[in-house]
């Protein structure tokens, strides 16, 4: 199922509610539901790292993946047990009464879709179809097979498409009938009437009288097939046949069912190499297991993907063709492919060529990169450069030709963000409106398809999480307009523009729409508030549902980390930051603290907000040293997330100098307004945040007297290609930008201690990142390095040991050699 809230936020039992009056305050009440095994925290009680360390499940297990039930009257939660890895469904009526759902019932929590009518309802519910009248009555269950469905839709006419493999079926919702729509086959098309083009085979027809009656045979058995498929009704369709070196990707019917967008791509293509394995050194049959493994960028093949068009009234298939797309060909990599030639000393000469193209993969999204007007009229697509990362199309296309027609081109030189990509049809199928960050800033955009677009939101902010009305007259979106750290759900209306702020909960959150459009169920959180579900009439004041936070972390007097804006010597506009202020003067020497910077994962996420972070155990860990007497800086570098178009991309051709060029910044602020000791810093991270450590112990030794580097990246042409191809390009074309970029190649100049630690099952920064640089530190005869390994661990750690034992060798670094 998917998690709508949160990155590994984990919370427990649920009771009625009381209503709560925000603005999102960080002391909402809560019902206690410890583990047995921890006895409560006290306010006055210092925290210990095997409290911070422990199953998250004593704070508390927080709802995910809510959603409405579709009269409005309620809404579902799946919810994970405490001292458990499973995950149970609720219902909740709109006052807070919450029943668990029986086993029967489980599927009633499932998301579904409505026909465009409103009188049906369907949902996906472990790979098998459910359908139900609406209002309100009994469920029906239309498939129940082995063989899941992969994906459904309505037509016009209130009948179920759906898909499995490479056909798809037709469901009438009422009987049951299932009729098969379509069928791919990849493939030659058979036909035992025509006669091979060599020789003998000419030769054999000719002179062998009963060859002659089998080709005669076949050609009247074919043509009468052909009668009968015309005329007869309860025949099965003919299969269109496609190439045979390619297979499906996705396919998408339009709304009446008579055109099928199929999209293909080389059958051959791969992601992976038969070498790309990753050792599990603890196969349960005591054994070393090769795991399959991801491939790296330096070797990834990325193909191209094809549209077809195809008929099921005339059994017709047309190739939709790019040439409709500006710029399909641009050799946008020009300059890139000169300074790297120029380099080697020879010359590169520009030239056009077909790029590798495909549909958007968006790495947030909910939505299909296919969407068919409301009247299954229309078509649209958003395809991208999936090779070099440089453009997206939104695209319409023609169904009786096969030629598209661009309506927006975004191009950026750096990299087509992979998120901030949501786009669909007006109601009146006239107009397409989608996300853009060509100001800068993902913005909403409204074009009539002959027609110029129109922003419906302008600023220095981010919109993202779109809702259009049922009428069309306006849309719901997030957005951090305030402050960049806080986000709340504004509307839009489409004719004048008017923007209207709905929500004030000054924190996180994530927002759904009612089935009515008259209220909102809302995921709030707090800086040291975990998600807890709320819901606000629209107009009106926001009140709580849930209370799955537990006593023991409630009534803990947690710091609230300030959000600081520190100048920027770099550029005009600030870096943001949480602060924790140390809480006592045990470490103060000649009036000023050591300090600790930590650096967020994944790069291009933010972290200096008002709402709960997914690095909760880091927030509990900072906490600590704030009371062991650190002050602590976790910062939102420049690469970060909401900020912007231009500070994601400040980092593309050159990781890890910008941001480590704002943690110099942040130094520098905390020396002159904290009373920090410059001498006295500290760094620490994982994954993104472990490869920024490297570079920061790296190239500038001289700031940084300690680093703890966690499943650490140490070279990006080993990482995969679809993060590291659009900051970096690829290694063939761009070798200037990862050597530039990789820690690897900067591990001379280590002159302070460096604590690396990593996951031998992680395969998403592979053990071997970590083995390499520390066969070049041993090389290097560098002897301020230390490792630790934990062999059952992937990249997000799993068992509380494995955490335990990592941050107190963190802790420990940190306190011999900030605190002498």
């Not at 409560?40 to 297990?61: F, V, Y």
């Not at 087509?416 to 006239?430: A, K, Q």
């Not at 690095?615 to 509990?620: D, I, L, Q």
């Amino acid at each position: 199922m998917k998690k709508w809230i949160g990155l590994g936020c984990t919370l427990s039992l649920v009771t009625a509610c009381a209503s709560v009056t925000p603005t999102f305050s960080d002391s909402a009440p809560a019902t206690a539901v410890p583990l047995p095994a921890l006895a409560p925290l006290t306010i006055d009680q210092p925290l210990t790292l095997k409290r911070i360390m422990a199953n998250p499940d004593w704070m508390g297990n927080a709802p995910q993946d809510p959603g409405w039930a579709l009269d409005g009257s309620g809404i579902y939660y799946w919810q994970k047990q405490t001292d458990s890895e499973l995950s149970v469904p609720f219902l909740m009526d709109t006052q807070g009464h919450t029943e668990a759902l029986p086993y029967p019932q489980w599927h009633r929590a499932e998301h579904k879709r409505q026909s465009q009518d409103g009188r049906l309802a369907a949902w996906l519910y472990e790979g098998n179809l459910m359908v139900m009248d609406l209002p309100g009555t009994a469920p029906r269950q239309l498939t129940r097979d082995s063989s899941a469905v992969n994906d459904f839709s309505f037509t016009l006419d209130n009948q179920l498409l759906i898909r499995r493999g490479n056909k798809l079926y037709r469901i009438d919702p009422a009987s049951g009938l299932t009729r098969l729509h379509a069928e791919l086959v990849f493939g030659q098309k058979p036909d035992a009437a025509k006669v091979p083009d060599s020789y003998l085979a000419q030769q054999q027809k000719r002179l062998i009288r009963y060859v002659d009656k089998q080709y005669r045979d076949a050609a009247d058995k074919a043509q009468r097939q052909q009668q009968r498929q015309q005329a007869d009704p309860t025949l099965a369709p003919r299969p269109f046949y496609l190439n045979g070196s390619e297979k499906l990707v996705t396919l998408s019917p339009s709304p009446q069912g008579r055109y099928l967008l199929a999209v293909v791509t080389d059958k051959d293509g791969s992601w992976r190499k038969d070498h790309d394995i990753m050792p599990n050194y603890l196969d349960k049959r005591g054994y070393v297991e090769a795991v399959k493994a991801r491939a790296r960028v330096a070797e990834a093949e990325v193909a191209s993907q094809r549209l077809v068009i195809l008929d099921t009234q005339t059994g017709e298939h047309t190739d939709v063709s790019w040439e409709g797309l500006s710029g399909f060909d641009a050799d946008v990599l020009a300059e890139v492919k000169r300074e790297n030639a120029a380099r080697n000393g020879e010359r590169y000469q520009s030239k056009n060529a077909l790029r590798t193209l495909r549909l958007m993969q968006d790495w947030g999204w909910e939505q299909s990169a296919i969407q068919w007007s409301p009247d299954g009229s229309k078509l649209a697509v958003m395809l991208e450069a999936g090779a070099d990362n440089k453009d997206r199309w939104l695209a319409t296309v023609d169904l009786q030709r096969g030629t598209l027609t661009s309506q927006h081109r975004l191009h950026d030189d750096a990299w087509v963000n992979y998120t901030h990509n949501e786009f669909g049809w007006s109601r009146d199928g006239e107009s397409l409106y989608y996300l853009s960050e060509e100001s800068g800033y993902s913005q909403l955009y409204l074009k009539p398809l002959d027609g110029e677009a129109r922003a419906l939101t302008r600023g220095q902010y981010v919109v993202s999480s779109l809702t259009q009305s049922r009428d069309g007259s306006r849309f719901l979106f997030k957005a951090n307009a305030n402050h960049p750290g806080q986000y709340e759900v504004f509307s839009v209306a489409t004719d004048s523009g008017e923007i209207q702020q709905l929500t004030d909960l000054k924190g996180g959150l994530d927002y759904r729409l009612s089935p009515d459009e008259n209220q909102l169920l809302l995921s709030a959180s707090g800086r040291t508030r975990p998600p807890e579900l709320f819901i606000q009439p629209i107009g009106g004041q926001a009140r709580q549902l849930t209370h799955t936070t537990s006593d023991a972390f409630l009534d803990y007097a947690w710091q609230t980390p300030e959000i600081v804006a520190i100048p920027s010597s770099h550029q005009d506009k600030p870096v943001y930051a949480r602060i924790y202020r140390p809480q006592n003067d045990s470490k103060k020497q000649q009036g000023r603290y050591p300090a600790v910077i930590f650096n967020h994962g994944a790069g291009y996420l933010q972290n200096a907000h008002y709402g709960w972070s997914g690095y909760f155990r880091e927030f509990m860990f900072h906490n600590l040293l704030a009371q062991q007497g650190y002050v602590v800086m976790d910062i939102d570098y420049r690469g970060s997330k909401g900020y912007g178009r231009d500070w994601r991309t400040a980092i593309y051709r050159n990781m890890g100098h910008s941001e480590v060029q704002d943690m110099l910044d942040g130094i520098n602020w905390m020396a002159q307004s904290l009373q920090v000791d410059d001498q006295r810093v500290g760094t620490y991270g994982g994954s993104y945040g472990g490869f920024l450590t490297f570079m920061a112990l790296f190239t500038e030794p001289q700031a940084f007297q300690a680093g703890a580097a966690l499943r650490p990246v140490t070279d990006w042409a080993h990482y995969n290609y679809g993060y590291s191809s659009n900051i970096l390009n690829t290694p063939q074309i761009d070798p200037i930008a990862y050597e530039r970029s990789s820690p690897i190649e900067f591990a001379q100049g280590l002159e302070k201690p460096l604590l690396i630690m990593t996951g031998v099952l992680d395969d998403n920064v592979f053990f071997q990142d970590s083995v390499r640089l520390v066969q070049r530190l041993i090389e290097l005869e560098k002897p301020t390095f230390e490792t630790a390994i934990y062999p059952v661990e992937p990249h997000g750690f799993r068992q509380p040991s494995s955490w335990l034992d990592e941050y107190r060798r963190i802790f420990k670094l940190f306190e011999e050699n900030l605190n002498p």
